[in-house]
């Protein structure tokens, strides 16, 4: 394999373990500091896809709206990739307030079954809405082929990465340090580290942990939301795209370090090589590849790539 092989192999990685981490970042977030198992996450991923799709282009669908021709605003990719996350958010807000909440003092098995059915519930609502039928997204033309920048065209080595791959994967560093730096630097992502800490006290100290959570859920359902416009342009769009994002995603949370970011982005990244590797070698152990490769990692470190006690870090 020569050197463009190569680049475009890791950039396929990449944008897989870029779309792991989307979904993830919001999963390990809640996991860690709110102790509830959100598996209607998946929902939101999914939501974001069929929303983004509703913007980006008018089609002829299947299912109930079969019969309402081509239906959708037609706007293009770029306004789907802007709006769509913006949407999700108010939907997290939503799930944040009247689903998760009422859950955070049961079991998280009570969690676990509930948004499950949650999850299981939206995927049949899409496939009787939208029908069953795989829908691929609309690219415009500058997203097409390989990278080319102005005035120097394509670089030396990335001929064989996609324009779309190095966008998704840009996009999510981008993404991933912003979230580093909310919790760094920012007083509601400093309110969250003290709430997971001892929210009791941090009550008492007179701060209101209550908002910073229903932000950070917010956030995290804005990145399934993109991450799911960005999927969306990967690969198919069917109705049962959010139970296949969001077990290898809560695998990866576990995986890396539950609460734990570093570990998030890390167990992230070996998902995408390991996905990468067997869609060279072995096509049909993709999904199990991601398994096998938690069941090594845990069985060396039980607690995950990077253990943390505090949320963020």
């Known amino acids: 394999m020569n050197v463009d092989g190569v680049?475009?192999?890791?950039?396929?990685?990449?944008?897989?373990?870029?779309?792991y981490l989307l979904v993830a970042v919001g999963l390990s977030i809640v996991f860690g500091s709110l102790k509830y198992v959100n598996m209607a996450h998946g929902?939101?991923?999914?939501?974001?896809?069929?929303?983004?799709?509703?913007?980006?282009?008018?089609?002829?669908?299947?299912?109930l709206l079969s019969g309402f021709g081509q239906v959708g605003l037609d706007w293009g990719f770029v306004p789907a990739l802007v709006l769509t996350p913006v949407?999700?958010?108010?939907?997290?807000?939503?799930?944040?307030r009247w689903i998760a909440k009422p859950f955070y003092e049961r079991e998280l098995l009570d969690q676990l079954l509930v948004t499950f059915g949650i999850l299981i519930a939206a995927q049949e609502l899409v496939a009787?809405?939208?029908?069953?039928?795989?829908?691929?997204?609309?690219?415009?033309?500058?997203?097409?082929?390989?990278?080319?920048?102005?005035?120097?065209?394509?670089?030396?080595?990335?001929s064989a990465a996609s324009t779309i791959r190095v966008l998704v994967v840009a996009l999510t560093l981008l993404l991933v340090a912003g979230i580093f730096a909310f919790f760094k630097y920012t007083d509601y992502g400093l309110a969250v580290r003290a709430g997971?800490?001892?929210?009791?006290?941090?009550?008492?100290?007179?701060?209101?942990?209550?908002?910073?959570?229903?932000?950070?859920?917010?956030?995290?359902?804005?990145?399934?939301?993109?991450?799911?416009?960005?999927?969306?342009?990967?690969?198919?769009?069917?109705?049962?795209?959010?139970m296949?994002?969001?077990?290898?995603?809560?695998?990866?949370?576990?995986?890396?370090?539950?609460?734990s970011l570093r570990g998030t982005v890390v167990g992230a990244l070996l998902a995408g090589l390991t996905f990468a590797v067997a869609t060279e070698l072995e096509p049909s152990m993709t999904q199990a590849s991601i398994y096998l490769l938690a069941i090594v990692v845990l069985t060396i470190r039980p607690s995950g790539?990077?253990?943390?006690?505090?949320?963020?870090?």
């Open 305 to 313: 790539i990077f253990p943390s006690a505090e949320v963020g870090q």
């Open 43 to 63: 929902v939101l991923y999914l939501s974001g896809a069929y929303i983004g799709l509703l913007i980006a282009s008018s089609e002829q669908y299947g299912g």
């Open 244 to 259: 296949e994002i969001i077990i290898p995603s809560l695998v990866i949370v576990i995986m890396g370090g539950v609460g």
């Open 128 to 158: 009787i809405l939208f029908g069953r039928t795989g829908t691929i997204y609309p690219r415009p033309e500058w997203l097409t082929g390989a990278i080319s920048l102005p005035v120097v065209g394509t670089p030396p080595g990335m």
């Open 87 to 96: 949407v999700i958010f108010v939907v997290g807000v939503a799930m944040e």
């Open 196 to 242: 997971t800490e001892d929210s009791e006290m941090t009550q008492m100290l007179g701060i209101r942990i209550g908002r910073p959570f229903l932000l950070i859920f917010a956030v995290g359902a804005a990145y399934a939301g993109l991450a799911g416009v960005l999927g969306g342009s990967l690969f198919n769009v069917t109705s049962e795209i959010g």
């Open 7 to 19: 680049v475009g192999f890791l950039f396929i990685a990449l944008s897989v373990a870029s779309l």
